[in-house]
């Protein structure tokens, strides 16, 4: 049953990877004039409004379920994905597209794995670490830039800085899914909070997300990328580690690249194909699903559930000669 819910937990987040990957390939097809800082906000502001209405007419008081002990976990998140947000597109504009989803993607597991080995005490096991390693490296190789690259060393460090922000926001995700709140409430909040951070950007740029263009994109963007891939994402933390959802996470730049190459007419050279099985079989590893604990055996398949342990007097049993 624990590794059923494990692998129910990796579909989760690989499908909430694929619905991401969309994102760079539909800015590219609809070619909008808002420009992608503005883009990037009124995706997650759409999304958060889009999911907070869904929460309101299925699950009346859900909101009140965000008690003060959720606040902190919650505002790390939102600070987190509107920071992710401005910190990615801006390492995009200064460095490239390929340079910054490779540094980003390829911070985001390892940040994610120290994130929540500092802050949930999480033990990292060896097949974490072997995946991981083979799905970052995997991850360089597809987003390997041919030509003559221009490296930005701001760019480089604002993709450093939103792969960081990756680790925080699935840490403090994990940690709400802790507790007893409505996710989807959490998860409404947190784009709405985070999107507010980039309403400058956004509202500046009304007239040019009022084209059908940028209309159409927003409403991919913002209901499909936004709030159902965020829904799906939490929802696999519910069954899998933080540091196991960071490194399945790298699914999205593969996933991106396929879609480049079927629908935008790019080529998949030696080192992207190369890399593209080394990142399939990283995730393959970090997918398996580890076996159960005694701790959780003995808890009836529950890791956080308290294992009884015996304090009263012993029975020793004689062997028979």
Partial sequence: MEQRNELSGVGLVLAAGVLWATVGPAQVLADSAAGPVALGGARILTGGVVLALAVLVTRRGAFRTLTRSAWPPLLAAS?????????????????????????????????????????????????WAVGTCAAVAGCALVMTPEGPVHVDPYGVLLGVVSGGCYGVYTVAAKRLTGSRVDMPA???????????????????????????????????????????????????LRRVTAATAGTLSLAEPLVATALAVLFLGERMSVPVAAGSVLLLGGLA?????????????????????????RTGPRRVRRRSA
Avoid at 220 to 226: F, K, R, S
């Fill in 186 to 236: 959490a998860v409404a909040v947190t784009l709405l909070i985070g999107g507010s951070f980039l309403a400058p950007w956004t509202l500046s740029r009304l007239p040019a997300l009022g084209t059908a263009r940028s209309l159409l994109v927003v409403g991919w963007l913002g209901p499909v990328t936004a709030a159902l891939a965020y829904s799906l994402f939490v929802a696999g």
């Fill in 79 to 127: 600070c987190a994905t509107g920071i992710f947000q401005a910190a990615f597109m801006s390492s995009v504009a200064r460095t490239g597209a390929a340079v910054a989803t490779a540094v980003a993607f390829g911070v985001a597991p390892v940040s994610t794995g120290v994130v929540e080995r500092i802050a949930l005490g999480t033990r990292l096991s060896r097949g």
């Fill in 285 to 309: 590893v970090v997918s398996v699903p580890g076996r159960p604990s005694r701790r959780s055996a003995r808890a009836g398949g529950d890791a956080d559930a308290p294992v009884r342990v």
